[in-house]
C-alpha cells in the first residue's frame, strides 16, 4: 500500500503488540466458551440486525434502514434476544457485535469503539448474586488462563496482571457518589488494585429493562463491573424486569413507546419467567489484559468513535 493513501487507517494492522493481544484474544474467547459450556450453557449465534434493539441509556447516531417496508436497526446490544431465549433455551451466551455510533468525545475515554463484541450471558431463574458470583469466576478464570498460555505475550508486553480475590469488593452507586463525586467511577478504577462491583444502581441511569428492586424502590437489582488500574467499565447486567405492567410503567418512565420494542413486548405480554445476565466486553477485557493505553490497539480495524474508518 502507499504511504499516506490510508492515512493512518492501518496503524493498528501494522503494530507488533497487535499480534500478542490477538493472541491474548484467542485465549480469552475460548476459555470463555469452554468454561460455559462446561457449565450448560448453549451459544447462540449473534443476532446483527433487528426491529427492536438495547435503547441504551445515552443518545447515539441513528443506524436503522428500511428493508422491504420493515425497519431494522443494527443491533446495539442482543438484550431482548437473550431474555427471550432464555426461555426456552434455558442458560445461553453469544459473542455479540454491537454497533453503536458514538459521539466523538467518547474517542477520549480510550475505551469506546463504536463497533465492538461483547459476550453476552443471560439465565432462567437467576438472581443477580449468581450472575456475580459467574462473573468472578469467568474473570478470575480468564486471567489465571492468560498468565498460563500467554506468558510470552505478557512478558513482552512487560504487564503483570494481579490475579484478583473473591468474592470482589462492592460498593453502592449512592455510597461511591457521596464519597467521591459525580466521577466516582474512574476515580476508583484509578486507585483500585482488583476488579470490583458498583451494585444498586438509581433507576433513572439505566434502560428500562433491568429489575427495580422490589425492596428499595427507585434502584435497581443490577451490577457493573470496573477494573482496576483506570481501565474503567468491564461489565453491565442484572436482574430483568419480566412482568408486562413493570415493563411498560418502566418503558413509560423513559419517555419511550412501548411500540418500539414491539415483538419483545408482544412477547412479554404472553408472561416471561424472570432471568437474569450481563454482557463482558471483549476489546475492553482483552485490553486490560495487555495493560494497553488505547482500546484500539487490540483490533486490526478498529472503529474509534468520530473518526474515518475502514
Ligand atoms: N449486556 C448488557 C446486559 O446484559 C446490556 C448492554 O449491553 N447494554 O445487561
Not at 434502514?65 to 426461555?87: L, P
Amino acid at each position: 500500500m502507499k504511504e499516506g493513501q490510508v492515512d493512518g487507517l492501518i496503524d493498528s494492522l501494522e503494530s507488533e503488540q497487535l499480534k500478542f493481544a490477538l493472541r491474548i484474544n484467542g485465549t480469552v474467547r475460548s476459555f470463555l466458551s469452554g468454561i460455559l459450556i462446561e457449565k450448560g450453557f448453549l451459544e447462540i449465534p449473534p443476532v446483527l440486525f433487528s426491529t427492536a434493539t438495547d435503547p441504551l441509556n445515552h443518545p447515539v447516531f441513528d443506524t436503522s434502514f428500511e428493508y422491504y417496508g420493515t425497519r431494522y436497526s443494527i443491533t446495539k446490544s442482543m438484550i431482548f434476544h437473550k431474555q427471550i431465549a432464555v426461555q426456552y433455551l434455558n442458560k445461553i451466551f453469544t459473542f455479540s457485535p454491537n454497533v453503536r455510533l458514538e459521539a466523538a468525545d467518547k474517542a477520549l475515554t480510550g475505551r469506546h469503539l463504536s463497533e465492538f463484541t461483547q459476550i453476552d450471558i443471560e439465565q432462567l431463574y437467576a438472581t443477580r448474586d449468581d450472575m456475580i458470583n459467574l462473573a468472578e469466576e469467568l474473570i478470575v478464570g480468564v486471567i489465571e488462563e492468560v498468565k498460563r498460555k500467554n506468558h510470552d505475550e505478557l512478558f513482552s508486553l512487560a504487564r503483570d496482571i494481579r490475579t484478583p480475590s473473591t468474592p470482589f469488593f462492592q460498593i453502592d452507586y449512592e455510597e461511591a457518589f457521596k464519597l467521591y463525586g459525580k466521577d466516582f467511577e474512574s476515580h476508583l478504577s484509578r486507585i483500585m488494585a482488583e476488579p470490583f462491583w458498583i451494585v444498586n444502581i438509581p433507576l433513572e441511569e439505566r434502560e428500562f429493562y433491568d429489575r427495580e428492586d422490589p425492596e428499595k424502590e427507585g434502584y435497581l437489582l443490577d451490577m457493573d463491573l470496573i477494573y482496576p488500574e483506570g481501565y474503567g467499565e468491564a461489565s453491565s447486567g442484572g436482574e430483568r424486569e419480566y412482568e408486562i405492567d413493570r415493563i411498560l410503567k418502566r418503558v413509560k418512565i423513559k419517555n419511550q413507546e412501548p411500540e418500539q420494542f414491539g415483538w419483545f413486548v408482544d412477547v412479554a405480554r404472553k408472561g416471561l419467567a424472570p432471568s437474569a445476565g450481563f454482557g463482558i466486553g471483549i476489546e475492553r477485557l482483552v485490553r486490560y489484559l495487555c495493560g494497553f493505553n488505547r482500546i484500539e490497539a487490540v483490533t486490526p480495524f478498529p472503529k474509534i468513535p468520530g473518526r474515518r474508518s475502514i
